[in-house]
């Protein structure tokens, strides 16, 4: 078992890799029944003809009535000095998802220090002072091992977290191990050194894939030199000092923005006992530190980026747009429009792309919300020589949705997604402290996942054309090409006027976007 990942509640729609088209995975009673049909050459029957004229092979089965999403009754309590302690009890099985956050990440990194939230969160899990002995980063994996887990850290926007899921027993062992690791973590050098050789060399690989470059770029492009446009590439990862990380892990994990989730088999009461003799004496002597100034988007004036990226194997392609912040009474309707765009298999940019066109293997789309604003995000991969045409389909569609809302029985399809993933998160301890951990990151009442499910589907076709009519206006759009220019070839000149174009050797990630005005 693993602690749960923490997926924004919020939420980002992308479509299957399946469509519902597709024949499912077949088993040998399934292959050799259809080995037996015969059709007319160039036919191509529908699943639902393969069925009737083979015998032995099963329909699927019929649709089912909705079920009703029930959330179970969460509570939350403060320990005098500032811990914070949110419980969901769900005790159909005896395991609990236990996560220690702290409201600070990645926008609270020094100017010019980025990558340092991110190189301190793994450091937590890398040794710590345990019992009044020094623990190395083997004798802490070991100690979660025989919890029957793993021990996970991580940092981002807003949150740095360590997490294991554990059997009910085991519960205060788990969270004691994951207090002593934030509160008295080693952070020693040579862990710092293999951490560091660790994400150079997943940047490397990064760094050679042109989905990833665009990715990365981008978030320069939409966001710019402020705190949310931060990345961290190879000269920004070798800056990092210990004694900047000693600093972050002093001056931001502190009692005062920590929260003790605990989700599955356990009560309210027996919770706050538990933080109470792990956390309750948790003191720091020095005054918390102010909340980094969190900037509004400050995107690049250039409507599109291309970055060459000679003998690559494909083009990575990403079109922004402005989106809802985490606070706008809009954000619901916007995610239901985020998802008639990129919410399934049969959305519209994987319709365009994919299934009409066989450009891509998918067309995803994400909607990004944080407090001073937000980004929608469609991405494709594609040959060199579809990636002007995928540019300007993901272009066009977001575009289209101004002026032609959703029927309603595509509404209904993407809101059913999206009420569906919303209720899959609840079968599991950890997919329940990932929504949890969503809210509080970003600042919102947890009560407002009871109202999750009814306002999706309250919003309606008009909505999603007046929100896409106010958001994603053709000159606020933003996009990126990575790829083999000389490969994508003539096609560029229909899209390149205005383009910025940096070969990959030259792309600074930490200067691109530096002095945009919006």
């Given at each position: 078992?693993?602690?749960?990942?923490?997926?924004?509640?919020?939420?980002?729609?992308?479509?299957?890799?399946?469509?519902?088209g597709?024949?499912?995975?077949?088993?040998?009673?399934?292959?050799?029944?259809?080995?037996?049909?015969a059709?007319?050459?160039?036919?191509?029957?529908?699943p639902?003809?393969?069925?009737?004229?083979?015998?032995?092979?099963?329909?699927?089965?019929?649709?089912?009535?909705?079920?009703?999403?029930?959330?179970?009754?969460?509570?939350?309590?403060?320990?005098?000095?500032?811990?914070?302690?949110?419980?969901?009890?769900?005790?159909?099985?005896?395991?609990v998802?236990?996560?220690l956050?702290?409201?600070?990440?990645?926008?609270?990194?020094?100017?010019g220090?980025?990558?340092?939230?991110?190189?301190?969160?793994?450091?937590?899990?890398?040794?710590?002072?345990?019992?009044?002995r020094?623990?190395?980063?083997?004798?802490?994996?070991?100690q979660?091992e025989a919890?029957g887990?793993s021990?996970?850290?991580?940092?981002?926007?807003?949150?740095?977290?360590?997490?294991?899921?554990v059997?009910?027993?085991?519960?205060?062992?788990?969270?004691?191990?994951?207090?002593?690791?934030?509160?008295q973590?080693?952070?020693?050098?040579?862990?710092?050194?293999?951490?560091?050789a660790q994400?150079?060399?997943?940047m490397r690989?990064?760094?050679?894939?042109?989905?990833?470059?665009?990715r990365?770029?981008?978030?320069?492009?939409?966001?710019?030199?402020?705190?949310?446009?931060?990345?961290?590439?190879?000269p920004?990862?070798r800056?990092?000092?210990?004694a900047?990380?000693?600093?972050?892990?002093?001056?931001?994990?502190?009692?005062?923005?920590?929260?003790?989730?605990?989700?599955?088999?356990?009560?309210?009461?027996?919770?706050?006992?538990?933080?109470?003799?792990?956390?309750?004496?948790?003191?720091?002597?020095?005054?918390?530190?102010p909340?980094?100034?969190?900037?509004?988007?400050?995107?690049?004036?250039?409507p599109?980026?291309?970055?060459?990226?000679?003998?690559?194997?494909?083009?990575?392609?990403v079109?922004?747009?402005?989106?809802?912040s985490?606070?706008?009474?809009?954000?619901?309707?916007?995610?239901?429009?985020?998802?008639?765009?990129?919410g399934?298999?049969?959305?519209?940019?994987?319709?365009?792309?994919?299934?009409?066109?066989?450009?891509?293997?998918g067309?995803?789309?994400?909607?990004?919300?944080?407090?001073?604003?937000?980004?929608?995000?469609?991405r494709?991969?594609?040959?060199?020589?579809?990636?002007?045409?995928?540019?300007?389909?993901?272009?066009g569609?977001?575009?289209r949705?101004a002026?032609?809302?959703p029927s309603?029985e595509?509404?209904?399809?993407?809101?059913?997604?999206?009420?569906?993933?919303?209720?899959?998160?609840?079968?599991?301890?950890?997919?329940?402290?990932?929504?949890?951990?969503?809210?509080?990151?970003?600042?919102?009442?947890?009560?407002?996942?009871?109202?999750?499910?009814?306002?999706?589907?309250?919003?309606?076709?008009?909505q999603?054309?007046?929100?896409a009519?106010?958001?994603?206006?053709?000159?606020?759009?933003?996009?990126?090409?990575?790829?083999?220019?000389?490969?994508?070839?003539?096609?560029?000149?229909?899209?390149?006027?205005?383009?910025?174009?940096?070969?990959?050797?030259?792309?600074d990630?930490?200067?691109?976007?530096?002095?945009?005005?919006?």
């Amino acid at each position: 078992m693993s602690g749960p990942r923490r997926p924004d509640v919020h939420g980002s729609s992308c479509p299957s890799d399946r469509g519902p088209g597709d024949l499912p995975a077949a088993g040998p009673t399934r292959r050799r029944a259809l080995g037996t049909l015969a059709a007319p050459a160039g036919l191509l029957l529908a699943p639902a003809a393969l069925w009737a004229a083979t015998p032995g092979v099963d329909a699927p089965p019929l649709a089912q009535p909705p079920r009703e999403v029930s959330l179970p009754a969460f509570h939350e309590a403060r320990l005098r000095n500032g811990v914070g302690v949110v419980v969901a009890p769900r005790h159909q099985t005896p395991l609990v998802s236990a996560v220690l956050m702290v409201r600070a990440g990645q926008e609270s990194d020094a100017h010019g220090q980025s990558g340092v939230a991110a190189m301190t969160a793994a450091l937590l899990a890398k040794g710590a002072v345990r019992r009044g002995r020094r623990e190395g980063s083997d004798a802490i994996a070991r100690q979660a091992e025989a919890l029957g887990s793993s021990l996970d850290a991580g940092a981002g926007w807003r949150s740095t977290t360590l997490s294991l899921t554990v059997s009910t027993p085991r519960l205060e062992a788990a969270v004691s191990l994951m207090a002593d690791c934030l509160r008295q973590p080693l952070l020693t050098s040579d862990e710092l050194e293999r951490v560091r050789a660790q994400a150079l060399d997943a940047m490397r690989l990064t760094l050679g894939n042109p989905g990833d470059v665009a990715r990365l770029a981008m978030r320069r492009m939409f966001w710019g030199d402020t705190p949310f446009g931060a990345v961290t590439p190879p000269p920004a990862l070798r800056r990092i000092t210990r004694a900047q990380v000693l600093a972050f892990h002093a001056r931001q994990l502190r009692p005062e923005r920590t929260v003790l989730v605990l989700a599955g088999d356990i009560d309210a009461s027996r919770a706050v006992q538990l933080a109470e003799r792990l956390l309750g004496d948790w003191r720091v002597a020095a005054a918390e530190p102010p909340l980094p100034a969190l900037l509004p988007p400050a995107t690049m004036a250039a409507p599109l980026l291309l970055i060459d990226m000679p003998g690559s194997g494909q083009s990575g392609v990403v079109v922004a747009a402005p989106f809802a912040s985490a606070g706008d009474a809009d954000r619901r309707i916007g995610l239901v429009a985020s998802a008639v765009l990129g919410g399934g298999y049969s959305a519209r940019l994987n319709q365009e792309v994919r299934i009409k066109r066989g450009l891509s293997y998918g067309a995803t789309c994400e909607a990004e919300l944080l407090p001073t604003g937000g980004m929608l995000s469609a991405r494709a991969q594609t040959g060199h020589a579809g990636a002007v045409e995928v540019l300007q389909l993901m272009r066009g569609e977001i575009r289209r949705l101004a002026d032609e809302p959703p029927s309603g029985e595509e509404l209904a399809a993407r809101q059913a997604t999206l009420v569906g993933g919303f209720a899959r998160r609840l079968d599991t301890t950890g997919g329940l402290a990932a929504m949890l951990l969503g809210q509080l990151s970003q600042g919102r009442p947890i009560a407002e996942l009871d109202r999750y499910v009814s306002d999706v589907l309250a919003v309606t076709p008009e909505q999603v054309r007046d929100f896409a009519r106010s958001h994603w206006q053709g000159e606020r759009l933003r996009s990126v090409i990575a790829g083999d220019m000389k490969a994508i070839g003539d096609a560029l000149g229909a899209v390149a006027a205005d383009a910025l174009r940096v070969p990959l050797a030259e792309l600074d990630l930490e200067r691109l976007g530096r002095g945009a005005g919006r």
